[in-house]
């Protein structure tokens, strides 16, 4: 991973970009998700080996290995995703563990590694895609590779409720904190939209949503695969961003970048 900082003045030569730090990966895996703090003075990735690590932004010269200053293992076989939760010392994260064990867990980074995570569930059977972060409901939203959304309650720190949303695996997440919406875009190419304010107790009912969806992306098929190669589909939808102004952004397989407009129901 890379920090550049953009637009500096350089004596003599105007404005210019340049590396400012470089950071690597102790298991020298694929990144899998990266995320910047509240605060904005550190920043978090999970790898593809199921690590999570933390590196504090500006402690090291220019262009030198920056080893990161908290390492958990936080999932056996796979680390999919994180977010920060409401601050930059809990962080939840999912992904794919051994059997029947956690694929959501949520961490606080100032205690020892072995009494880091503080709750945990076994929230999808397949593992875990993407996750994101409610604080108007006081819950982390998490997406599955079966097409299935967790809503996981941080003060109770227990799952209240499950539901298939999906045909294929969710692929990202965005939050609406002003009306607790929440976009789900999958693999399919489909964007659509729930209520995670209304989901009642203990019920694997999907929550009363708004009564929207779109085929946002299409997916793509192999055209001239090579001799031996079966026909398949790529995913559909890559990544959705919310801009705070009622505005979504979605970016497609399909090479296309959309934006959809917000409004409330």
């Not at 601050?87 to 980074?109: E, H, K, M, R, Y």
């Not at 708004?210 to 031996?228: K, S």
């Amino acid at each position: 991973m890379q920090c550049w900082q953009f637009g500096q003045t350089i004596q003599g030569r105007g404005l210019h970009d340049h590396l400012r730090s470089q950071y690597k990966l102790p298991s020298n895996d694929r990144v899998t998700s990266l995320r910047i703090s509240p605060c904005c003075e550190q920043f978090a990735c999970i790898d593809a080996t199921g690590h999570l690590c933390l590196w504090r932004f500006g402690g090291f010269p220019s262009g030198i290995d920056s080893p990161p200053f908290c390492r958990l293992q936080c999932h056996a076989r796979r680390g999919s995703d994180l977010c920060f939760v409401g601050s930059s010392a809990l962080l939840a994260t999912v992904g794919q563990s051994s059997q029947n064990s956690a694929s959501l867990g949520l961490w606080d980074i100032l205690l020892p590694p072995s009494q880091a995570q503080v709750a945990s569930c076994n929230a999808h059977q397949d593992g875990g895609s993407c996750i994101a972060y409610s604080a108007a409901t006081q819950a982390v939203i998490s997406g599955g590779e079966r097409g299935d959304i967790s809503v996981f309650d941080l003060r109770q720190r227990r799952q209240r409720q499950q539901w298939s949303a999906h045909s294929l695996a969710v692929r990202c997440l965005a939050i609406h904190e002003p009306t607790s919406l929440c976009f789900s875009a999958s693999a399919d190419g489909d964007l659509k939209l729930w209520r995670t304010d209304q989901c009642p107790e203990a019920s694997e009912d999907p929550p009363s949503s708004c009564g929207h969806w779109v085929h946002a992306h299409e997916p793509h098929t192999m055209l001239h695969p090579l001799p031996g190669t079966a026909l398949g589909r790529t995913y559909g939808i890559n990544q959705v961003a919310l801009d705070g102004a009622d505005r979504l952004l979605s970016a497609g397989a399909d090479g296309r970048v959309k934006l959809w407009a917000v409004q409330s129901a």
